[in-house]
């Protein structure tokens, strides 16, 4: 099982338009995916059209068992274990227990249905501490969704002090798996000159492809589609695609 976390210490920068869809892209190459929601703005749910749900909090507070908590979501080989705004009073009561860094990850282990999941993949909240760096802990990569706007790469860079502190206090073992331009509009000087400066900061880290800025996805939100869903031929379709084929290739 190989874990992802998708972060950014940046709000608005696409990370849950892109764990749901990397998730839903995984599994649709055949690959067993669950989908962890650890933002409680629990938007996971809102995006595949299902139902706000505390599982979450009843996986780490209430101790239930995984197979309790997960949810199917109509999708083939897609699996959720939904969040609300309960996972923000999860993160309090596990801070004032003194839980470990490793109580999610640890939770994670197990079968669903007696499936082998191949890729977890977590959605995390953009504050700092607490349930945010236990997401992290349980990754074996991250991948960083970056607008490119100037906030959202100084918010990409304070997500690596975040991770280099893990390594350093924690003994974490994961690394960035890929930084991903999204809401890129190369009709803009800024959005050019911002995606150049991305470059410069991450170097190789960087993909080489860009998610464009796209009313289809705001479209697939209000729908409750991923955009393999509403539009499989459309541009946008076509950059997640690539971050798909990037996880399995690289992610071992």
């Given at each position: 099982?190989?874990?992802?976390?998708?972060?950014?210490?940046?709000?608005?920068?696409?990370?849950?338009?892109?764990?749901?869809?990397?998730?839903?892209?995984?599994?649709?190459?055949?690959?067993?995916?669950?989908?962890?929601?650890?933002?409680?703005?629990?938007?996971?749910?809102?995006f595949l059209g299902l139902t706000q749900e505390p599982g979450l909090f009843n996986l780490l507070v209430g101790e239930m068992p995984l197979r309790d908590v997960v949810r199917t979501t109509r999708r083939s080989r897609l699996w959720l274990l939904p969040g609300n705004k309960r996972s923000g009073t999860a993160a309090s009561v596990l801070g004032a227990?003194?839980?470990?860094?490793?109580?999610?990850?640890?939770?994670?282990?197990?079968?669903?249905?007696?499936?082998?999941?191949?890729?977890?993949?977590?959605?995390?909240?953009?504050?700092?501490?607490?349930?945010?760096?236990?997401?992290?802990?349980?990754?074996?990569?991250?991948?960083?969704?970056?607008?490119?706007?100037?906030?959202?790469?100084?918010?990409?860079?304070?997500?690596?002090?975040?991770?280099?502190?893990?390594?350093?206090?924690?003994?974490?073992?994961?690394?960035?798996?890929?930084?991903?331009?999204?809401?890129?509009?190369?009709?803009?000087?800024?959005?050019?000159?911002?995606?150049?400066?991305?470059?410069?900061?991450?170097?190789?880290?960087?993909?080489?492809?860009?998610?464009?800025?796209?009313?289809?996805?705001?479209?697939?939100?209000?729908?409750?589609?991923?955009?393999?869903?509403?539009?499989?031929?459309?541009?946008?379709?076509?950059?997640?695609?690539?971050?798909?084929?990037?996880?399995?290739?690289?992610?071992?």
């Amino acid at each position: 099982m190989i874990t992802i976390a998708i972060a950014n210490q940046k709000g608005g920068v696409g990370k849950t338009t892109t764990a749901v869809t990397l998730a839903h892209g995984l599994s649709v190459k055949g690959k067993e995916v669950l989908l962890v929601d650890a933002d409680p703005q629990g938007h996971c749910a809102l995006f595949l059209g299902l139902t706000q749900e505390p599982g979450l909090f009843n996986l780490l507070v209430g101790e239930m068992p995984l197979r309790d908590v997960v949810r199917t979501t109509r999708r083939s080989r897609l699996w959720l274990l939904p969040g609300n705004k309960r996972s923000g009073t999860a993160a309090s009561v596990l801070g004032a227990e003194g839980a470990g860094i490793d109580t999610l990850r640890n939770a994670l282990i197990g079968r669903i249905d007696g499936t082998r999941l191949d890729y977890v993949v977590i959605d995390t909240s953009p504050s700092v501490g607490g349930l945010q760096e236990m997401a992290l802990y349980a990754a074996d990569y991250v991948v960083i969704p970056v607008a490119v706007d100037i906030a959202s790469i100084a918010g990409a860079l304070q997500l690596t002090e975040t991770l280099k502190r893990l390594k350093a206090q924690s003994g974490w073992r994961g690394g960035i798996f890929r930084v991903v331009p999204t809401f890129h509009d190369e009709q803009t000087r800024e959005s050019r000159e911002n995606l150049a400066d991305l470059r410069r900061r991450f170097g190789e880290m960087v993909s080489d492809y860009v998610i464009h800025r796209a009313t289809l996805l705001r479209e697939c939100v209000a729908m409750g589609q991923t955009v393999f869903e509403m539009d499989p031929k459309s541009r946008a379709a076509e950059e997640y695609a690539m971050l798909v084929w990037e996880v399995l290739d690289g992610a071992r």
